[in-house]
């Protein structure tokens, strides 16, 4: 917007002849609450390794580069340097980049096919493969295993990308995807069982993005939103580095390399593949796509000067109106699309995205802290493009549907519960410890079975005894956050002792509740794939289970999988990465009305693997 528009408008809106902003671009803005639930351990007596001393904001942001509409995509090994002052070290990345993918462009409603390869040689991260983790091979450290999930698509499932069934060296594999009907933020990442955290941690992840006709990414798209060089996808992550650059995933040394640790918690933020990049800015709107990366922690992200910024849609794609905040949580694999106004800074002026989210209780064990520099911004002379925040987003003239509401009546009610257990069938490290749901590991036969057509309304308890933020992923769906209540998790597990591994345990939280039901944060309010599920916490989400006729295909229906494997389902699952590659996983079948809801067998489904191989 030109400046005299701009005068006209406030004009106008001094004397009270149009209301401008009818959204709540202007609203006061929102700040989530510091997670105080985070107490800080002072003098813990253990230590984590660090990364070698690094200059901050020496680098420039590496702009990912967009592909439209690719047919093939390459995973290779290849050679990345994460910070100038570090050497070139082991990566991987898709599509020729030695680090992440390139952000896929493609059409809401189409079903892009895509070849995926693997060219992979070796492992990036080999020696931290540690086989005692369900379907884990020692092959896995050089032949590596690649399964690729299109994050947040109500995808075929033969083409979600089932965890136990990779192709490996060689071999391609065509994903048919189902492309959501509007516009989103999606992501496509390694979802190998048992080694994801390291894959996506050695780099094999990309944006997705879905575009319709509102959200067309052009620069006369109907929204008003920044397109071009001012629309920027962020790949957000924290990392360890070994002094000569190699990135490095064992904590501490209280849980040798090759071990499960229960999550890294890294000593610098990697933003796109720089260590603390710094971006070159003009002076007007920018849009950001954030997707988090990260292996265990939730960032809160702010400005550094404590400005406004407004956040315009979440994993599922816009949100009614842009919401105007202080801070924003964003868990691992969350994605949310950011506004920021840098016209409101002078020319030469230096403004930070940083983080202010408490490290975990379990991190702090580990001797992690909190990381707060994520990278700069610095603003140029020049004037942007793009100068107003766009008042509404849905619902109105030329403009998507509004969203629906998301409260909504039900068919079914579950319980979930996220749990830290022993796990007597695998001795590894950490005391026997893994994460779960519901008490039942990954070859449970005691999986969800919900019903196409159905609505279900799930609580997620948040009963780990730990301190720990879970992020929970549903494959096929996208759903609403309801809300969340505080919850007494000490006389809950007390009153309701969680049996050893392997029988459901989902106790009824409602005699445990400490509050009232709260509502999420507002950008939560959109359609979600990924809900934070903070410590102490019961969270309700609201789930519509698609029928096989809205689908155009059959959820139900038994697949052969990439190494000639009767396979069914999907599967629903923890997205710390670490949780998912010991246990945190489980299988679901979204089953047709009145059809059998029980287990049926097939072969190869859950259990060891050791994976197929290339051909
Ligand atoms: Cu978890």
Known sequence: MKRRQALQLAGLSALGLAAVRPGSADAKPYSPPLNHEQPTIPGMPFNSYHSPPLTPFVDELPRLPKVISPTRMVAAGGRHRFHRDLGRAPSAGFGGLSHHGPTIETQAGTEPQIRFVNNLRSHPMAIDVDTTLHGVSEKDRHRPPLVIHLHGAPNRPEHDGFPTSPFRLGRGVDYRFTNPPHACPLWYHDHSMGTTRLSIYAGLSGHYHVRDQWDTGTRDNPLGLPAGGYETALIISDKLFYPDGKMRYDNTWTVPTGHWAGGLCGDTMVVNGKVWPRMPVDRGLYRFRILSASQLNDYRLSLSDGSTFWVIGSDGGLLDAPVPVKALNVAAAERYDILVDFSRYRPGQKVQLVNSMQISMFGQMNGALMVRPVMRFDVGSRTGRYQRVPDRL??????????????????????????????????????????????????????????????????????????????????????????????????????????????????????????????????????????????????????????????????????????????????????????????????????????????????????????????
Not at 459 to 472: C, K
């Open 394 to 615: 849905r619902g109105g003239r030329g403009l998507p549907d509004r969203l629906p509401p998301r409260h909504t009546g039900h068919d079914n009610h579950r319980i979930a519960t996220l749990n830290v257990t022993v796990n007597p069938r695998n001795l590894s490290w950490l005391g026997v410890l893994n994460m779960n749901l519901n008490d039942l590991d990954w070859a449970t036969k005691d999986f969800e079975h919900p019903v196409q057509g159905t609505t279900e309304c799930w609580d997620i308890v948040n009963s780990d005894a730990t301190m720990q933020s879970h992020s929970l992923h549903v494959h096929l769906v996208q759903y609403r956050v309801v809300g969340r209540w505080d919850f007494d998790k000490v006389r809950y597990l007390a009153e309701n002792p969680p049996p050893v591994l392997g029988t459901r345990w989902t106790p009824d939280p409602t005699d445990y509740l400490t509050s009232e039901m709260f509502n999420p944060a507002p950008y939560e309010f959109g359609w979600k794939d990924t809900v934070r599920c903070p410590p102490n916490q019961v969270t309700r989400i609201m789930v519509r289970w698609p029928t096989a006729a809205e689908l155009g295909f059959d959820p139900d229906a038994v697949f052969t999988g990439l190494n000639n494997e009767k396979l069914q389902g999907y599967v629903w699952h923890c997205h710390l990465t670490n949780h998912e590659d010991n246990e945190m996983m489980q299988r679901m079948r979204v089953v047709a009305p009145g059809r059998h809801t029980g287990f049926i067998e097939v072969p190869g489904a859950g259990g060891h693997h050791g994976g197929g191989h290339g051909h």
